[in-house]
């Protein structure tokens, strides 16, 4: 009978083990909850195709799930080590209220945030671009305004029809409330004709929609995070500390003011 010698197996280096942690997260979510250790101070989260809400889209369709993006932002309140968010977008739109889900959460951030619209990013979208503090479009990139629309079964009463009322409301509410563009405006590009061959709304494209107020500046990459960390820097001399990363009082207990 013979024995084959026992081989040392070799333990895989911390690296190796944060490496292979990252690469489970995005196959199965799509994209990292947090950044990989060394931690960077910005967290990029990406919005792209159509945004899913409760309806689960069809295989073929690119698609940003809601329940991946809301536990992101969570981690990145909770996390000291991030201090800004960059929210990229090339996006159709999709689901109303998961679109405002997001759009709340990123509003109520205790920490500075950049949107960067790339491609378009259009319906429902508008209202997550304008959530952040400072949004940026380049300058080929569109923007689409146009009134919600129902799918699936409709019941054909005044009161299908009262609630889509109310749902166009809220999005107008919050887009005005964030942006300089009153709600009046917004409404009228919402249901202009003649611009659309079958649909009714606007189309603005990159200076178009700074022109108007809903975006800030036409930039890009570059331009984005040069205002975040501008805004980062702001937040650090309020609370009167050079950098989040500064050393640990020696009393794990008593909290740093």
């Known amino acids: 009978m013979f024995y084959q010698p026992v081989r040392n197996q070799v333990e895989p280096s911390s690296e190796l083990q944060e490496e292979k942690t990252a690469t489970q997260t995005i196959t199965a979510l799509g994209e990292m909850s947090t950044p990989p250790q060394p931690a960077n101070n910005v967290h990029v989260m990406s919005i792209i195709g ?4 409760h309806i689960i889209l ?8 809601y329940e991946h993006v809301i536990p992101q932002l969570v981690a990145v309140e909770q996390n000291p080590s991030i201090e800004g968010l960059l929210v990229v977008l090339n996006t159709v739109g999709g689901d109303v209220e998961a679109g405002l889900a997001i759009a709340e959460m990123i509003n109520t951030l205790s920490k500075p945030s950049v949107s960067l ?15 952040c503090n400072y949004r940026f479009i380049a300058s080929t990139a569109t923007v689409t305004i146009h009134p919600l629309r129902l ?3 409709v019941i054909g009463v005044p009161q299908t029809y009262e609630y889509l009322e109310k749902m166009q409301d809220r999005v107008i509410k919050f887009v005005s409330e964030h942006t300089t563009i009153s709600a009046d405006k917004l409404r009228e ?6 611009e659309l061959v079958r649909d009714v709304g606007t ?35 309020k609370q009167g500390t050079g950098n989040y ?5 020696a009393n794990e207990g008593e909290l740093r003011q």
């Open 50 to 53: 159509q945004i899913e809400g």
């Open 58 to 65: 069809p295989p073929q369709n690119k698609s940003t799930k």
């Open 117 to 131: 619209i790339l491609g378009g990013g259009h319906s429902i979208a508008l209202p997550i671009a304008v959530s």
């Open 151 to 153: 799918s699936g079964l």
């Open 189 to 194: 590009l919402m249901f202009r004709t003649g």
């Open 203 to 237: 189309v603005l494209v990159g200076r178009d929609a700074v022109s108007v107020g809903l975006i800030d500046e036409v930039g890009g990459l570059c331009d984005a995070l040069r205002v975040l960390n501008q805004l980062i820097e702001e937040k650090r001399k």
């Open 245 to 249: 990363f500064a050393e640990m009082p």
